[in-house]
């Protein structure tokens, strides 16, 4: 056992088996840097006692024991769990928020069809945050290997972690609020990539779109019906016979054409690519992987094969440089050749037809380190993914993009790489609300770039006997676009053998109600963007849980069915038949974002008619929004708070932001200059304030300005007052008071 401290703030305890040689983890990008002496520690903030199995610490007044012991394989950690404790973590899992109480599995698996309690899914982040009385501490069991963690189902005082492996790295990070626990794992995991802009589009897919004249017909409806600025997915029909990097003729007999085409009207290209190179000696992507030594082997040198798309497949060995480099030149020359924007990796648990729950499991294959060692695919399994997506990430770069990569599986640190959505859920009402649970889970454990496929995309759930479990319904359709519009990845994708699900699919007036929540989700892309950087910069999580934002309210420990997007944005969907719900507010003031009506803090009941999601804006509120071309809005809600607006191209590699702070104090509101300016950033600003009462002047730079009507172009400053809005133009580096 060796403890250290990584920094002030994260405490890590290496176990190793004797003789065992350690392996570099994928997920960790900081070293340890003081080691500490056994017996009492005392740094900072910690008090560390070390003994000779277990460490005892105390750390912002909570008490962690943590015992560690090694038998058969395998090393367990027990640490202790006070009477009300609760659990946060564990992302991607089909549980509740608080996941105390539960058991769970980390082994990467693909799990079509899952549902409420399904275990293990296809991302394993064996991350947890143990919240008493308002004060969080995480624990961070970093192994690749399979993992039970269980959080007082055994026993009710204890939680043990035990694992598959010889060595585990234990991390213990410091609180005290949740939101601390969360960023600090995000500072050792490593920083969310920065997506390119047009990722937060309306993304269409469908298992699978073609030949070459439908994805463009799609397109053109998804242009001509206004949804927004698309990108638009190749699911593995595109492929000869499901061979990686290459293209079916018949089907796509130009894919440099249609991919020009789709650009010219400003669709973006996502192309998938499973983790499967057909064995097939006239393949070249095979001849090379045979030739290069960068396949997967078995123990006895064999070709390590698995039944996949195209049959017989080899698995590339993403776990050594040389494969890694050879697949970053694959994905290069596919982007270079074609056109593509962005990578869809699926099926990288990795899957296979021919092992049980259709997932790889093995002692028999291994893997091959940078150091030459072979190391069996069960120490290893669970950082497939995302190996996969770090060569996957180079060979975007390499191809000149800003990464783009959609990644099913994955673990600890993917965030750094890809997106995640939650696989293939389920059209009905059971999986939207859990879906929120699912990503709720996922955004505090560091994936901060995720989404759910919107309508569901399985329409049978194995084992149900092939009953239907479902319709989708234009009514579910709408109300799941009622949240997605708000979370980082909105993709709509179905199932191979489902009906239609597009926004037109249903007809002309579900389709009019999804196309207004579309332009509301074009309207937010600033806010949203700025989040996308905060969360790079900063590690914060785009979509939050409630308790993120207010730890101490003991009402929101366990709210699942409402989210926070940034800090100002409290969204509570509808996520049953009906068209009103209960929500409860947080302390304080917010306004409703459709009426401008004011609610105290509480629970209420609230109006949902289909098409409008009860959506809250908190006091001190500045949320950016594109109102026209070239100008911001930012709506606002008197109160204290502060804002800053990140913007770039939107797609050069690491790009210096321009910035823009914005203040509110009371009435208020001040607009900075634009900091590290690029060409034509929007210097006029709509200020849209929620005010009860027309105000009886207005202050810009202490100058009165004239209330007149404008339009939501660039011009002088004035202001009018409707509903409950007061619209005032300005311009950067301004200050308004509202008298
Ligand atoms: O066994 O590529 O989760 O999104 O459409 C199905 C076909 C394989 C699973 C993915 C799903 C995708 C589908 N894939």
Redesign the pocket.
Same mark, same amino acid.
């Given at each position: 056992m060796r403890v250290s401290m990584v920094n002030d703030d994260v405490l890590r305890i290496g176990v190793v088996k004797n003789g065992h040689k350690y392996r570099e983890s994928p997920a960790v990008v900081v070293k340890p840097t003081v080691d500490l002496a056994s017996g009492e520690n005392k740094i900072g903030p910690w008090l560390v006692k070390v003994n000779e199995d277990s460490v005892h610490v105390n750390v912002d007044g909570v008490e962690v024991n943590l015992r560690f012991s090694y038998s058969n394989g395998q090393f367990t950690i027990r640490g202790n769990l006070g009477l009300a404790d609760i659990v946060y973590g564990l992302g991607e899992k089909a549980l509740p928020l608080n996941r105390k109480r539960f058991r769970v599995t980390m082994w990467n698996t %693909?799990a079509?069809g899952y549902r409420y309690g399904s275990d293990p899914l296809y991302v394993s982040i064996p991350f947890f945050i143990v919240t008493r009385n308002h004060v969080s501490v995480g624990h961070f069991a970093d192994s690749t290997a399979r993992m039970v963690i269980d959080l007082g189902v055994e026993r009710g005082d204890e939680f043990t972690v035990t694992v598959n492996d010889d060595q585990v790295d234990y991390y213990v990070i410091r609180g005290p609020r949740l939101r601390d626990v969360v960023t600090r794992f995000i500072g050792i995991t490593g920083k969310p990539a920065l997506m390119p802009k047009w990722a937060l589009g309306h993304q269409q897919s469908r298992?699978?779109y073609y030949p070459q004249g439908r994805v463009l017909e799609v397109a053109k409806a998804l242009k001509d019906m206004d949804l927004g600025n698309t990108v638009i997915y190749l /699911?593995?029909h595109y492929m000869d016979g499901y061979r990686i990097f290459t293209w079916n003729s018949e089907r796509f007999p130009n894919p440099r054409d249609m991919v020009k085409k789709l650009h010219e009207s400003g669709i973006k290209v996502v192309t998938?690519v /499973?983790p499967y190179i057909k064995v097939d000696p006239n393949y070249q992507v095979f001849k090379e992987g045979i030739n290069g030594n960068y396949l997967t082997l078995d123990s006895d040198g064999g070709l390590t094969i698995v039944q996949g798309w195209p049959g017989k497949s080899a698995l590339p060995d993403f776990f050594n440089r040389e494969a890694r480099d050879w697949w970053s030149s694959l994905i290069e020359r596919w982007v270079r050749d074609y056109g593509v924007d962005g990578i869809w990796l /699926?099926?990288n648990e990795p899957?296979a037809f021919d092992y049980p729950n259709h997932t790889v499991t093995s002692k028999v294959i291994t893997h091959r380190l940078d150091d030459g060692s072979r190391v069996s695919h069960d120490y290893l399994h669970n950082a497939y993914a995302l190996y996969e997506a770090m060569a996957t990430y180079e060979g975007l770069r390499r191809a000149g993009k800003r990464p783009f990569i959609l990644s099913?599986a994955g673990y600890a640190g993917i965030q750094r790489y890809a997106a995640v959505w939650t696989? %293939?859920n389920t059209s009905n009402w059971e999986h939207l609300k859990l879906q929120l649970q699912v990503l709720l889970g996922l955004s505090i454990s560091g994936v901060t770039f995720i989404g759910a %496929?919107v309508g569901g995309?399985a329409k049978y759930v194995p084992g149900d006997g092939g009953s239907r479990l479902f319709t989708l319904t234009p009514e579910l359709l709408v109300r799941w676009y009622e949240w997605a519009i708000f979370f980082p990845l909105l993709r709509n994708?179905a199932?191979?053998a489902s009906p239609d699900q597009e926004p037109w699919a249903f007809g002309p007036r579900a389709l009019e109600l999804i196309r207004d929540l579309l332009r509301l989700r074009a309207r937010l892309t600033p806010y949203l963007y700025s989040l996308m950087w905060i969360s790079h910069i900063n590690g914060e999580p785009i979509v939050r849980p409630l308790v993120y934002e207010f730890p101490n309210d003991d009402e929101v420990m366990n709210i699942d069915d409402e989210f926070m997007l940034g800090p100002f944005m409290l969204v509570a969907p509808m996520l049953n038949s009906g068209t009103s719900r209960e929500v409860y507010l947080p302390g304080g003031e917010w306004v409703n974002l459709w009426n401008g009506e004011v609610l105290k803090g509480g629970y209420h009941m609230v109006d949902a008619p289909l098409g409008k999601p009860p959506v809250f804006l908190k006091s001190g509120s500045l949320v950016p929004t594109q109102e026209s071309e070239g100008v911001l809005g930012i709506l606002a809600v008197p109160g204290d708070g502060e804002f800053t607006v990140y913007d770039d191209d939107g797609e050069s590699q690491s790009p210096t932001p321009s910035t823009l702070s914005l203040r509110i104090s009371g009435d208020r509101v001040t607009v900075g200059d634009w900091a590290n300016p690029m060409p034509q950033l929007p210097t006029t600003v709509i200020l849209k304030v929620y005010l009860g009462k027309e105000p009886s002047k207005v202050m810009v730079n202490g100058v009165e300005v004239p209330k007149a009507r404008f339009s939501a172009e660039p011009g002088q400053p004035s202001w009018y007052f409707e509903g409950r809005l007061i619209n005032i133009r300005v311009k950067v580096g301004s200050e308004t008071m509202i008298i």
């Amino acid at each position: 056992m060796r403890v250290s401290m990584v920094n002030d703030d994260v405490l890590r305890i290496g176990v190793v088996k004797n003789g065992h040689k350690y392996r570099e983890s994928p997920a960790v990008v900081v070293k340890p840097t003081v080691d500490l002496a056994s017996g009492e520690n005392k740094i900072g903030p910690w008090l560390v006692k070390v003994n000779e199995d277990s460490v005892h610490v105390n750390v912002d007044g909570v008490e962690v024991n943590l015992r560690f012991s090694y038998s058969n394989g395998q090393f367990t950690i027990r640490g202790n769990l006070g009477l009300a404790d609760i659990v946060y973590g564990l992302g991607e899992k089909a549980l509740p928020l608080n996941r105390k109480r539960f058991r769970v599995t980390m082994w990467n698996t %693909d799990a079509y069809g899952y549902r409420y309690g399904s275990d293990p899914l296809y991302v394993s982040i064996p991350f947890f945050i143990v919240t008493r009385n308002h004060v969080s501490v995480g624990h961070f069991a970093d192994s690749t290997a399979r993992m039970v963690i269980d959080l007082g189902v055994e026993r009710g005082d204890e939680f043990t972690v035990t694992v598959n492996d010889d060595q585990v790295d234990y991390y213990v990070i410091r609180g005290p609020r949740l939101r601390d626990v969360v960023t600090r794992f995000i500072g050792i995991t490593g920083k969310p990539a920065l997506m390119p802009k047009w990722a937060l589009g309306h993304q269409q897919s469908r298992y699978s779109y073609y030949p070459q004249g439908r994805v463009l017909e799609v397109a053109k409806a998804l242009k001509d019906m206004d949804l927004g600025n698309t990108v638009i997915y190749l /699911d593995i029909h595109y492929m000869d016979g499901y061979r990686i990097f290459t293209w079916n003729s018949e089907r796509f007999p130009n894919p440099r054409d249609m991919v020009k085409k789709l650009h010219e009207s400003g669709i973006k290209v996502v192309t998938i690519v /499973d983790p499967y190179i057909k064995v097939d000696p006239n393949y070249q992507v095979f001849k090379e992987g045979i030739n290069g030594n960068y396949l997967t082997l078995d123990s006895d040198g064999g070709l390590t094969i698995v039944q996949g798309w195209p049959g017989k497949s080899a698995l590339p060995d993403f776990f050594n440089r040389e494969a890694r480099d050879w697949w970053s030149s694959l994905i290069e020359r596919w982007v270079r050749d074609y056109g593509v924007d962005g990578i869809w990796l /699926d099926m990288n648990e990795p899957a296979a037809f021919d092992y049980p729950n259709h997932t790889v499991t093995s002692k028999v294959i291994t893997h091959r380190l940078d150091d030459g060692s072979r190391v069996s695919h069960d120490y290893l399994h669970n950082a497939y993914a995302l190996y996969e997506a770090m060569a996957t990430y180079e060979g975007l770069r390499r191809a000149g993009k800003r990464p783009f990569i959609l990644s099913r599986a994955g673990y600890a640190g993917i965030q750094r790489y890809a997106a995640v959505w939650t696989g %293939d859920n389920t059209s009905n009402w059971e999986h939207l609300k859990l879906q929120l649970q699912v990503l709720l889970g996922l955004s505090i454990s560091g994936v901060t770039f995720i989404g759910a %496929d919107v309508g569901g995309f399985a329409k049978y759930v194995p084992g149900d006997g092939g009953s239907r479990l479902f319709t989708l319904t234009p009514e579910l359709l709408v109300r799941w676009y009622e949240w997605a519009i708000f979370f980082p990845l909105l993709r709509n994708h179905a199932d191979v053998a489902s009906p239609d699900q597009e926004p037109w699919a249903f007809g002309p007036r579900a389709l009019e109600l999804i196309r207004d929540l579309l332009r509301l989700r074009a309207r937010l892309t600033p806010y949203l963007y700025s989040l996308m950087w905060i969360s790079h910069i900063n590690g914060e999580p785009i979509v939050r849980p409630l308790v993120y934002e207010f730890p101490n309210d003991d009402e929101v420990m366990n709210i699942d069915d409402e989210f926070m997007l940034g800090p100002f944005m409290l969204v509570a969907p509808m996520l049953n038949s009906g068209t009103s719900r209960e929500v409860y507010l947080p302390g304080g003031e917010w306004v409703n974002l459709w009426n401008g009506e004011v609610l105290k803090g509480g629970y209420h009941m609230v109006d949902a008619p289909l098409g409008k999601p009860p959506v809250f804006l908190k006091s001190g509120s500045l949320v950016p929004t594109q109102e026209s071309e070239g100008v911001l809005g930012i709506l606002a809600v008197p109160g204290d708070g502060e804002f800053t607006v990140y913007d770039d191209d939107g797609e050069s590699q690491s790009p210096t932001p321009s910035t823009l702070s914005l203040r509110i104090s009371g009435d208020r509101v001040t607009v900075g200059d634009w900091a590290n300016p690029m060409p034509q950033l929007p210097t006029t600003v709509i200020l849209k304030v929620y005010l009860g009462k027309e105000p009886s002047k207005v202050m810009v730079n202490g100058v009165e300005v004239p209330k007149a009507r404008f339009s939501a172009e660039p011009g002088q400053p004035s202001w009018y007052f409707e509903g409950r809005l007061i619209n005032i133009r300005v311009k950067v580096g301004s200050e308004t008071m509202i008298i």
